[in-house]
């Protein structure tokens, strides 16, 4: 973006709420009362007063006077108070601190609560002391609290809008804050805008009356052309996670200042075609396909990269995305153990017929005997797909003494003393557990079906972990049925449900020895906590910096943190001569190249260049044109 020129113009911004993401007063009370018995109840009131004060339902001499009357506090107090509130300084804020420091002269914090806590944590930021204007405590000889300055206008009713007449303001005058008593500051005609602060707290007493609502301070920003951190303020930009994923994701997201919507299942193809309106950043799990006619819908056209918010990734259209510039990751490894100990919990719940055992004692039936139970150590295990899944299972089998046998249509290293198969018949004809773990290729749909269940030998236990469509439910419930197979553990179905509200409708249901998961093969605690950390990192590389290192669909490229410059990224068709045509064009502006970077599938290029500071909008144009261009961006 060019840089902007700040307006010669005096922002008023409050603090409470607004420059940090917390109450002070009620903060302070919380420190003041800890080990106290009573401190939730204190705190409790202190919180409902501000609350009420906030939206105009209490005075505020009033409810100034009744918080401080409440606080037992005193100096060290109100120092731990400044450590923490150094820590809660709004994310927006902290992003802009060069702004802040840049303007502090055209900045003015005017806050009922106090200067004792205010100055220290806004001249962190570069703001002076003396464009404070805020109350001032009043302590005894040992350092407690015993009142406030009530000569302060600021202790008084209307007192913002007493102190602001009082300073006789010239120019244009914004008000930044999330109260009803910052809003009155435009109502009484001494500032000609009032901006609603949403980020942390959304009053609707408060944005109702309010010029714009503003979710963070880039978006004030954003709005009156002034220089900041995001070049499009990062509230703009929708992020839509579905099928429950991880709680870690959501506060990812939220903490850069996205716009975060979480809904706890899937979406048909309809369903998604409406939600994915507007929407930059998706993620899903196994149960949402994102599919060509999704993707193709002109609501999918802001989209820029997609989450798989688990291994597989059957069901995003991959080869659309990549088409449309759009780049998908996966978390290729965060449930690869979880996968691993439930097969093997499996088999052993299997060969010793645990759920039968299990369920006739719930019946009062003590049915203590060693028929039909064995154990898995010496027992050959065959595994279909020698992947991250496969090759785990391979080593652990194997420590459990199993004799572990494997067949991949690509070229595999065996792992310790496991043996290669060269056929799936070769495989399946010598094993007594046989265990899936290929990915979800289109191409691998029934793989398992009658034939294969007649390769296998009599008494074989089978699992399905992978995908659904890899084996053909029919047969597999005739080689129940007809007694060839001893039991069967499944995970994974052709057709799921999209909700656990929705019935799980199979032909399985109800079959001897076989274990039905809904699943759940990577549902742990430990690897949903993996996945939203992972997946949501790749995601916010790619939005900041333009690193698609991981992706599944895209040229890889890792690119260095961005220092002094402007990225400006390029997807495009792979055809000959892009690369000369975006350099043709930084050469006719004199543009100085800092670094370029370009990778490229059979279909697609990446082309990222980092230009110096300055560049002219003529330039964003004329690259948005060159033929065969998917999308273009830029970042700082
Ligand atoms: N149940 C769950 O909750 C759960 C959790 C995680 C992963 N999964 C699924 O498990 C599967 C395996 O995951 P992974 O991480 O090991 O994947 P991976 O990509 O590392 O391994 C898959 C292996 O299967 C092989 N393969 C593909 N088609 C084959 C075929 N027809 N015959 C033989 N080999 C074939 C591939 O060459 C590859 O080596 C995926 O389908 C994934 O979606 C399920
Ligand atoms: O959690 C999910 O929805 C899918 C888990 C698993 O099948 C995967 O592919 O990682």
Same mark, same amino acid.
């Given at each position: 973006?060019?840089?902007?020129?700040?307006?010669?113009?005096?922002?008023?911004?409050?603090?409470?709420?607004?420059?940090?993401?917390?109450?002070?007063?009620?903060?302070?009370?919380?420190?003041? !009362? %800890?080990?106290?018995?009573?401190?939730? @109840?204190?705190v409790?009131?202190?919180?409902? =007063? $501000? /609350?009420?004060?906030?939206?105009?339902?209490?005075?505020?001499?009033?409810?100034?006077?009744?918080?401080?009357?409440?606080?037992?506090?005193?100096?060290?107090h109100?120092?731990?108070?400044?450590?923490?509130?150094?820590?809660k300084?709004?994310?927006?804020?902290?992003?802009?601190?060069d702004?802040?420091?840049?303007?502090?002269?055209?900045?003015?914090?005017?806050?009922?609560?106090?200067?004792?806590?205010?100055?220290?944590?806004?001249n962190?930021?570069?703001?002076?002391?003396?464009?404070?204007?805020?109350?001032?405590?009043?302590?005894?000889?040992?350092?407690?609290?015993?009142?406030?300055?009530?000569?302060?206008?600021?202790?008084?009713?209307?007192?913002?809008?007493?102190? !602001? %007449?009082?300073?006789?303001?010239?120019? @244009?005058?914004?008000?930044?804050?999330?109260? =009803? $008593? /910052?809003?009155?500051?435009?109502?009484?005609?001494?500032?000609?805008?009032?901006?609603a602060?949403?980020?942390?707290?959304s009053?609707?007493a408060?944005?109702?009356?309010?010029?714009?609502?503003v979710?963070?301070l880039?978006?004030?920003?954003?709005?009156?052309?002034?220089?900041?951190?995001q070049?499009y303020?990062?509230?703009?930009?929708?992020?839509?996670?579905l099928e429950?994923?991880?709680?870690?994701a959501?506060?990812?997201?939220?903490?850069?200042?996205?716009?975060?919507?979480?809904?706890?299942?899937?979406?048909?193809?309809?369903?998604?075609?409406?939600k994915?309106?507007?929407?930059?950043?998706?993620?899903?799990?196994?149960?949402?396909?994102?599919?060509?006619?999704? !993707?193709?819908?002109?609501?999918?056209?802001?989209?820029m990269?997609?989450?798989?918010?688990? =291994?597989?990734?059957n069901?995003?259209?991959?080869?659309?995305c990549?088409?449309?510039g759009?780049?998908?990751?996966?978390?290729?490894?965060?449930?690869?153990?979880?996968?691993?100990?439930?097969s093997?919990?499996?088999?052993v719940?299997?060969?010793?017929?645990?759920?039968?055992?299990?369920?006739?004692m719930?019946?009062?039936?003590?049915?203590?005997?060693?028929?039909?139970?064995?154990?898995?150590?010496?027992?050959?295990?065959?595994?279909?797909?020698?992947?991250?899944?496969?090759?785990?299972?391979?080593?652990?089998?194997?420590?459990?003494?199993?004799?572990?046998y494997?067949?991949?249509?690509?070229?595999?290293l065996?792992?310790g003393?496991?043996?290669?198969?060269?056929?799936l018949?070769?495989?399946?004809?010598?094993?007594?557990?046989?265990?899936?773990?290929?990915d979800?290729?289109?191409?691998?749909?029934?793989?398992?079906?009658?034939?294969?269940?007649?390769?296998?030998?009599?008494?074989?236990?089978?699992?399905?972990l992978?995908?659904?469509?890899?084996?053909?439910?029919?047969?597999?419930?005739?080689a129940?049925?007809?007694?060839?197979?001893?039991?069967?553990?499944?995970?994974?179905?052709?057709?799921?449900?999209?909700?656990?509200?929705?019935?799980?409708?199979?032909?399985?249901?109800?079959?001897?020895?076989?274990?039905?998961?809904?699943?759940i093969g990577?549902?742990?605690?430990?690897a949903q906590?993996n996945?939203?950390?992972?997946?949501?990192?790749?995601?916010?590389?790619?939005?900041?910096?333009?690193?698609?290192?991981?992706?599944?669909?895209?040229?890889e490229l890792q690119?260095?943190?961005l220092?002094?410059?402007?990225?400006?990224?390029?997807?495009?068709?792979?055809?000959?001569?892009?690369?000369?045509?975006?350099?043709?064009?930084?050469?006719?502006y004199?543009?100085?190249?800092?670094?370029?970077?370009?990778?490229?599938?059979?279909?697609?290029?990446?082309?990222?260049?980092?230009?110096?500071?300055?560049?002219?909008?003529e330039i964003?144009?004329?690259?948005?044109?060159?033929?065969?261009?998917?999308?273009?961006?830029?970042?700082?």
């Amino acid at each position: 973006m060019p840089t902007a020129q700040a307006e010669p113009l005096k922002i008023v911004i409050d603090f409470d709420s607004t420059f940090t993401k917390v109450e002070g007063l009620d903060e302070l009370a919380r420190i003041a !009362l %800890q080990g106290n018995p009573k401190q939730a @109840e204190i705190v409790g009131k202190i919180k409902d =007063i $501000t /609350d009420q004060g906030m939206v105009g339902a209490y005075s505020f001499s009033d409810s100034l006077r009744d918080r401080v009357a409440l606080l037992p506090a005193n100096r060290s107090h109100v120092d731990q108070l400044i450590v923490f509130l150094k820590g809660k300084i709004s994310e927006s804020f902290k992003r802009n601190k060069d702004f802040l420091e840049e303007n502090a002269a055209q900045i003015l914090i005017v806050s009922s609560g106090f200067k004792d806590f205010i100055v220290p944590v806004v001249n962190e930021m570069g703001i002076p002391a003396e464009n404070v204007y805020a109350n001032t405590f009043i302590y005894d000889a040992e350092g407690n609290i015993t009142g406030y300055d009530a000569d302060n206008l600021l202790s008084q009713d209307k007192g913002k809008v007493r102190l !602001l %007449q009082s300073l006789q303001l010239e120019g @244009e005058v914004y008000v930044i804050g999330d109260g =009803i $008593t /910052d809003y009155e500051l435009r109502e009484s005609g001494l500032a000609n805008k009032f901006f609603a602060f949403t980020e942390n707290i959304s009053r609707k007493a408060v944005t109702d009356k309010a010029d714009f609502v503003v979710p963070s301070l880039d978006e004030f920003l954003y709005i009156n052309g002034l220089s900041r951190a995001q070049s499009y303020p990062k509230s703009r930009i929708k992020v839509l996670l579905l099928e429950n994923v991880h709680p870690g994701a959501v506060n990812a997201f939220k903490k850069e200042g996205f716009q975060v919507e979480l809904l706890k299942g899937a979406l048909d193809e309809d369903e998604l075609i409406e939600k994915i309106k507007d929407v930059s950043i998706i993620g899903l799990r196994s149960k949402t396909n994102l599919t060509k006619k999704v !993707l193709e819908h002109p609501n999918a056209s802001r989209l820029m990269c997609v989450g798989a918010f688990c =291994i597989g990734t059957n069901q995003i259209d991959l080869v659309e995305c990549e088409k449309r510039g759009i780049a998908v990751f996966n978390a290729p490894y965060s449930n690869t153990r979880s996968v691993v100990e439930l097969s093997i919990g499996l088999m052993v719940m299997l060969t010793r017929n645990i759920f039968e055992k299990s369920t006739k004692m719930h019946a009062g039936v003590w049915d203590k005997s060693a028929t039909n139970s064995y154990e898995i150590r010496g027992k050959k295990i065959g595994l279909v797909g020698y992947g991250s899944i496969g090759t785990q299972i391979s080593v652990i089998a194997e420590a459990l003494g199993m004799e572990v046998y494997f067949y991949d249509i690509v070229d595999k290293l065996a792992l310790g003393n496991a043996k290669k198969c060269s056929s799936l018949k070769e495989l399946l004809s010598q094993v007594d557990f046989v265990s899936l773990h290929v990915d979800g290729r289109k191409s691998n749909t029934n793989i398992i079906g009658k034939e294969q269940f007649s390769w296998m030998k009599d008494n074989v236990i089978f699992l399905n972990l992978s995908r659904g469509h890899v084996v053909e439910i029919s047969a597999l419930v005739d080689a129940i049925k007809s007694g060839k197979m001893w039991g069967a553990a499944i995970d994974v179905f052709p057709y799921e449900p999209k909700t656990n509200d929705e019935e799980f409708i199979n032909e399985l249901r109800g079959l001897p020895n076989v274990i039905l998961t809904p699943h759940i093969g990577g549902s742990t605690e430990e690897a949903q906590a993996n996945i939203g950390e992972f997946v949501p990192a790749k995601l916010l590389q790619f939005m900041n910096n333009g690193s698609t290192y991981g992706s599944v669909n895209f040229p890889e490229l890792q690119l260095p943190p961005l220092e002094n410059a402007h990225r400006l990224l390029h997807i495009h068709h792979n055809v000959p001569g892009i690369l000369a045509q975006i350099n043709q064009i930084f050469a006719k502006y004199h543009v100085n190249i800092i670094g370029q970077y370009l990778k490229t599938t059979e279909n697609t290029g990446y082309v990222i260049t980092d230009v110096a500071k300055e560049y002219s909008e003529e330039i964003v144009s004329e690259l948005k044109l060159i033929d065969n261009t998917i999308k273009f961006r830029m970042l700082y």
